[in-house]
């Protein structure tokens, strides 16, 4: 298991994408392709006639791969947007330690594309999982960090044996945009002060089980709509780069058993209108009894939305006997 950071800014989201190469035959992609520009990031694609979007799972599948040098699957617990930062994302791989192979002969285990493992290959338990932290660190990009990685057992599920995830959203409000830190946050041109009060209230609102079909992107392709929201608390931060005196840093803390496709963005899009007094905390709750996405607020964009962590079942992280 890999607890795995990354700025999202330079990359298509976190599953890996492999579209028709339209581009290079100068047509347009297949119905249902993902659609692609000159301008978006990629990787060398190893599939013909493919290419390859520049992807967190794709980047770290191949690290992975080199480090243990077998092609291995690198699933993930959140499928994070275009654009979107994580500090706790949970991703989970199985590779062979066939390097304790005293012959030094091929394994006749065969990989998906039926070729036969190298001499060498995998990774041992002895080795460490320090070692595998620093030696996929090497072959990452300076945008991708894995924090940690600790053996688990073969059937652990880095997706379902999930009971809750943390997010959290923040906005920059002032009348000059941030500098240092604007890829992670949203700016917000705003010259009066913000509603601190009216939004913590409106946050509380969505605490609990509930039918969260106004909140969700159309399309989200989920049978239900229900969700279950744990924590939700809006917090002032500093602001180092103020430049006038009612600039505010907003962030949003939420954590639930699961969310819905922008789900969050757009919690957070409406509970803004709440800060700048545009909506009442107690419109939040008719918002969420009228199931009509129409009746939210904006999708907040990408990069002020960081997955912080993942927690999963009691026993879902014990290593193997």
């Known amino acids: 298991m890999l607890l795995i950071a990354y700025e999202g800014t330079g990359f298509c989201g976190w599953q890996r994408q492999e579209p028709p190469d339209a581009l290079a035959k100068e047509q347009p992609p297949e119905p249902g392709a993902m659609p692609y520009k000159h301008t978006t990031p990629m990787i060398e694609s ?128 002032s009348r000059s945009r941030p500098l240092f830190d604007r890829a992670t946050v949203t700016h917000i041109w705003r010259d009066s002060p913000i509603n601190l009060d009216a939004m913590h209230a409106a946050a509380g609102l969505l605490v609990g089980e509930h039918d969260f079909a106004s909140f969700a992107a159309t399309g989200h392709g989920r049978l239900s709509t229900v969700r279950t929201v744990h924590r939700c608390t809006v917090t002032r931060l500093p602001v180092s780069e103020a430049t006038d005196a009612n600039a505010a840093r907003i962030r ?46 904006p999708t907040a964009g990408p990069e002020g939305l960081c ?15």
């Open 252 to 297: 949003i803390d939420i954590a639930g058993s699961g969310f819905l496709w922008n789900m969050v963005r757009i919690i957070a899009g409406t509970l803004l209108q709440v800060g700048l007094n545009q909506r009442t905390a107690d419109d939040v709750r008719t918002i969420l009894l009228s199931k009509d996405r129409t009746k939210a607020g």
């Open 307 to 321: 997955l912080e962590s993942i927690t999963y079942r009691d026993g879902a992280l014990d290593e193997p006997a």
């Open 46 to 173: 190893r599939r013909d006639g493919r290419v390859a979007l520049r992807t967190v799972q794709g980047v770290v599948e191949r690290a992975v791969s080199d480090v243990v040098r077998h092609e291995v699957e690198v699933m993930g617990a959140s499928r994070t947007d275009s654009g979107v930062h994580a500090r706790g994302q949970v991703a989970a791989f199985t590779c062979h330690p066939l390097d304790e192979n005293p012959t030094g002969r091929e394994s006749p285990t065969l990989l998906a594309a039926d070729k036969p493992l190298q001499p060498g290959a995998g990774w041992p338990v002895a080795r460490g999982v320090d070692r595998l932290t620093m030696a996929i660190n090497s072959r990452l990009p300076a945008d991708v960090l894995v924090r940690s990685a600790q053996r688990v057992r073969p059937e652990f599920d880095p997706i379902s044996d999930v009971i809750s995830k943390a997010y959290s959203y923040t906005f920059h409000l």
